[in-house]
Structures are given as structure tokens and as C-alpha cells.
């Protein structure tokens, strides 16, 4: 009985894939005349993008235990199409990312963005290393007032009074781990992370010390989650500094 | 016996001399200016021999090399890795300073056939033309048009980082004594049109020889060796035997699979992936039917190879393979199925799939830690695709797991030890 159902599953699979590619069907049963026991596979993106959602989370809900596959759910489409073509393009510099992405078109990677974009589910926590008060203090300063002597801009001034992000381009900061924001505001810094001139973050992240690095780090990674943790709508911020990935041209300072 | 050391060195540095005599002699050191060329402009501006062109640059895949990551394309400015340093890829749109802009079509066809810059220097074959010279003139003009015709871009070259001797240029005397045969395709008459037209793009623009054939310490194919797979130096991938007949790599493959693979990345038979990937995606799969089928009819006639001698094993391979068969149960059946078969259209078999099977099982166990996209192609603009392993398999479940696929069903291929999927597993990734 279970072998019946699962052949008639195979049958019903090899059917919508008659669809996908006559050919292809017609070569397979002439080489196989017997019907094997092949797997059925659903014809979904989620099914297609297992290369993703193996280090991302079936939803883009990250790997927590590791630090460094972020969160993709929820945030913004733009932003994370924008990620894959700076990827594709070398802006962004991560071997396995940029060899996953490397042949992606850009309507295939939109259509990925928006999966990942749409998804909701619940935030989890990473782990923190122990940061002693004062950086914790120092960091809340800079994240939610910035530090205008040293022309730092506040977290919040772009990526949202509750830093869930800004659509159409500007990621959530809530949620993610301690060891992926402080990795990546030191690789803007090494120039392994870039997007679109003027690049707006590698300015930021060049005004910052280590030490404010790790602060910044630490007061975003154990800041409590607000109750709406979706984008902020478009057009709620006026960022300070001239931001390609905004619009705004020019080459970065 | 020092003095048989210093006379042999003496008749070496000798040949050297002679041969670039016998080289250098024939060739004229001067550049063809574009305004005393043969070729007219009004030719050079044919829009028929651009469209031309443009097809037969993309069945050379020249955009793969001469274009950087996130660059403009036929650009250059980025640096092939050789083993013996780093070579810059050129600018080959037609700007006047830093690329093809006062190259005439005598200078190309020079640089093509005989692999000679615009000044009569000797190039460095990490520019295939031990493949380039069996190009026909015509259709050498037309891609000559169609550069032309590519809006200029500035964009110097990159340094040349070649170490001592292969840094100095006329050290090519010797390589090419050894390596390089001048001289355009030779059609043989005893074969069809078709085998033909495929001998001659396999061996000429489509320089498939230049990856499946392994090369020596000098990073030369002897002539005798065609087609016969190898790896691929500094990538580590390895590109597989291509003969369909017995003893062949795509032993078993139809004239369609070849085809298929070509056109839209995928095959009954397996994937393209690695390298491949990216010729299938800005090559072959635009190509047109014709010219895919008369590359398949010529590698369907490669001859059948000598049984590969079998390598002893080192160490018990029963156990390995064991202990690989619960991790296929677990995370790769699923899939590619208990079988082996894979799903058609959709996910590779692994069951005498060529580059399961190839002989060092680099393919394999890179495949198994980077996952990745099926090409992505015209008929295939949603790929599936296969999760990377690396983050979850030790080295020595990832070598369990390739030496299983490799010895199961059909597949008679040796282990994989667990120190080589260290090595890979730092293998840049390029």
C-alpha cells in the first residue's frame, strides 16, 4: 500500500514535471521504462533554494548558535536583493555567498528577496559575550543619539526609532547576533562589505573606534525586541549622510 | 661530472637560441597601424559580421576571461592565477590607451593565431591560442568587427606577477617548441560536415581541450593529449574525460545528453556545475542547435580509452563506505535518491555520473561542501539547487559520504580520504 502511494506519488511528480520540461521527461522514460522510487519533490521556491535555507532557516530565520548566517525574514526585499547582486558583483566579499549567487539573475533574486522579505516568524536570541557595563552604555549613546562631536549618526536616524528597518532599503538591526554586527562594521572598514557609492555605511563604520564597534555590537544584540518588528514605511527618515543604496549619487567621501 | 651539467645546460640555453631565432626571424617586429591594414573600415563596420562576431565571441566564452567580477564586460582588468604567478587578462574593447582601440585585424589575427602581441611579443599561453590558431580567418575577422564595435571602456591592466624564469617572456621560445602548433583547422574529408564543424569549434574557439586535458609541470598539454579530463590548475575542479565511448568519462552519454548539458546546464547524465556553470550560462546554451549537435557527433567519435589501471587501496574502503551510507540515507537520498538516479529535470543522478566518478573525486567532495545553483539558463530560469555541507559535515563524514556515491550502484571509483576534503575545503573558492 505504501509502495503503491508512493509510486503513485512518483507518477504524479514525474507529471508536473512533464510540464516543466517535455523533453526531459520523455529522454528519462525511455532510458528507465520501470518507474523507480524516486523522490517527490515539491515545485516550490523554498524546495529550489535549499542552498539558502540550509545556513539561513527554512524562513530566513537565521542560525542562531552560529552568529554568523544572519536573519533574512522580514526584511526588506530591496535590501536583500541588493545584497546578492553587491555579492555577485565582489562589492561584498564572502566566498560561499558570492559562489552561491554568483549565476542568479536579477529577476530570480528578486523573487528570492521577497520570499525572505515576507516571512514572519519569531525572533531568537544569540548568545552575548560578557561586555562590561559601560560599553553597554556607551553603545545604547551611540546606537539611539549617535555621537555628533565625532560626526557619528545615530543608528536610529536611518534604520528606525525601534531599528526594525526602513523600507524599501534599509535592514532591521534588531534581533541579529552580537558576532555578525560586529563582523560586519569591521569588514566596511576592510572594504571585504560595499554596496552602491556613496556608501554611506563604510563612512559611518570608518568614524568608529574598535571599542565602539564592540559597544554598538553589544547594546543592538541585547536590545529587547519591540512589539511590531516590521519596516518602518518608506520615506519615514531623513538619513544624514548621502546614501547610494537611497539614491543619492556621487562617490563616497 | 660537473661538466655534464654545464654541457647540458649549454646545449639547452643553445636550442633556446635557435628556436627564437627560427621564430623570431620570420615575424615582423612592427605593428599593422588600423589606417594601413587590408581590412576596410566600411568591412570592419558590416553590421552582418558584427552579429557574426558577437555570436562567435560568445561560443569562445572570451567574456569569461576578459571580464572582472561586477566589471564592464570584454573589459579585462582583473588577473588569472597561474601556478606560476598571476597574469593579467587584457582589455579587449577598443579604447585607444588601454585596450584594442590602434590594434588593426592584422595584430589580432597575429595575437590569435600565432599568439604574438600587437609589438611581435610572445604571449603567454594562459591566452589559449595552442586552441586559437585553429580558428578560420573570416570568422576570426568577425570577432575582430564585433570588438571593435563594443563601446570603449579605460581600464589598465593589472600587474604581471609571474615568478623567475616564467617571468621572462622569451622563456616561451621553449614552451612553445613543445606546446604550440601553428596552423588554422584542417577539415578531414572522411568525415561528415557536421563532425567537422564540431572538431572545429571543440579544438579551435570553444578551446574545451584547454581545461579537459591535464597539463604538466611546465602548464603545457603535450599534443598527443586531447580531451582526456584533468585538473583544472588553481580552480581544483576537475574537468572530465570527454570521450562518450568505452572507458570514456561520459561513457553512456547520448548525442541529447550532450546537448541538453550544453543548452540548458542539465542532462539525464548529470549537471553542470563549477567552472562549467558559468561556460554553460554565458556560452553554450547560447549557442545554436545545430552547432550543439555537431559538437556532440564529434566528441560521440572520440576513440575509446585504456582501462585506467586500478589504484590499491590504501586503507579499508569497506568501512568508510559504510559509515558514508548512513549519512547518504540521511541527508542526501532525499534527493538523489536511495537509487542513485536523482530526479530528471530536477536534481543530478549520481549513479554513473561522470564527475562522481572521475579519477582524484575533487568534483565530488567540493560539490558536497559548497552545494549551490544548477546553471542558470534561458530553459531553466528557476534552478534547483543543493545545500552547502561544509558547515555540517566533519572531514570525515564528507570523505565517508563522497566514497560511498563513488563506490555504490555503478560507480566503481576510488575513496576519498578524509585529509584531501581539508585540502578542498580550503581550496579558494574562485
Known sequence: ?253 | MKWLRWLSLLIVVLIVLVLGWLLFGRSGSEPTPPGTSKVTATTLHDPALIAKGEYLATVGDCAGCHTAQGGARYAGGRSLATPFGDIPVPNITPDRETGLGDWSFENFWQALHAGKGRHGELLYPAFSYTSYTKVGHDDALAIFAFLQSLPPVHQPAKPTLLKFPYSVRKSLVAWRALYFTEGEFQPDPAQSPQWNRGAYLVQGLGHCNECHAARDSLGGTPPDVHLTGGQIPMQNWYAPDLSTRQNGGLQGWREQDIVDLLKTGQSARGVAFGPMAGVVANSTQHMTDDDLRAIATYLGSLPPRALPVAEAQLFNADAIVRSGEKIYAQHCAQCHGKDGNGVAGVYPPLNGNSSVTEPTGINATRMILLGGFAPLTASRPRPYSMPPFAQQLSDVEVSAVASYIRRSWANQASVVRPDDVSKYRHTPID
Open chain 1, 1 to 253: 500500500m505504501r509502495n503503491r502511494r508512493s509510486r503513485l506519488r512518483a507518477v504524479r511528480c514525474l507529471g508536473s514535471l512533464l510540464a516543466l520540461s517535455l523533453f526531459g521527461f520523455v529522454a528519462m522514460a525511455a532510458d528507465q521504462p520501470s518507474t523507480p522510487a524516486h523522490p517527490a519533490i515539491p515545485d516550490t521556491l523554498q524546495q529550489r533554494i535549499v542552498a539558502c535555507t540550509t545556513c539561513h532557516g527554512v524562513h530566513g530565520e537565521g542560525t542562531p548558535g552560529s552568529g554568523y548566517f544572519p536573519r533574512l525574514a522580514g526584511k526588506p526585499a530591496a535590501y536583500l536583493a541588493r545584497q546578492m547582486q553587491d555579492f555577485q558583483n565582489g562589492l561584498r566579499k564572502y566566498a560561499p555567498m558570492e559562489y552561491t549567487v554568483r549565476q542568479l539573475s536579477p529577476a530570480y533574486m528578486q523573487e528570492i528577496a521577497e520570499y525572505f522579505a515576507t516571512q514572519q516568524v519569531p525572533y531568537s536570541r544569540s548568545p552575548l559575550p560578557p561586555v562590561p557595563a559601560t560599553a553597554l552604555q556607551r553603545g545604547e549613546q551611540l546606537i539611539s543619539k549617535g555621537d555628533p562631536a565625532r560626526r557619528i549618526p545615530a543608528c536610529a536616524s536611518c534604520h528606525g526609532t525601534q531599528f526594525t528597518g526602513v523600507e524599501p532599503s534599509t535592514p532591521g538591526l534588531v534581533g541579529l547576533p552580537y558576532d555578525y554586527i560586529s563582523a560586519q562594521l569591521g569588514s566596511w572598514r576592510t572594504h571585504t562589505r560595499a554596496t552602491l557609492a556613496p556608501d554611506c555605511m563604510a563612512v559611518v563604520a570608518n568614524r568608529l573606534t574598535d571599542s565602539d564597534i564592540t559597544a554598538v555590537a553589544a547594546a543592538l544584540a541585547s536590545r529587547q525586541l519591540p512589539a511590531d518588528t516590521h519596516a518602518q514605511a518608506a520615506g519615514s527618515v531623513t538619513p544624514p549622510l548621502p546614501c547610494g543604496v537611497l539614491g543619492a549619487t556621487g562617490d563616497t567621501p
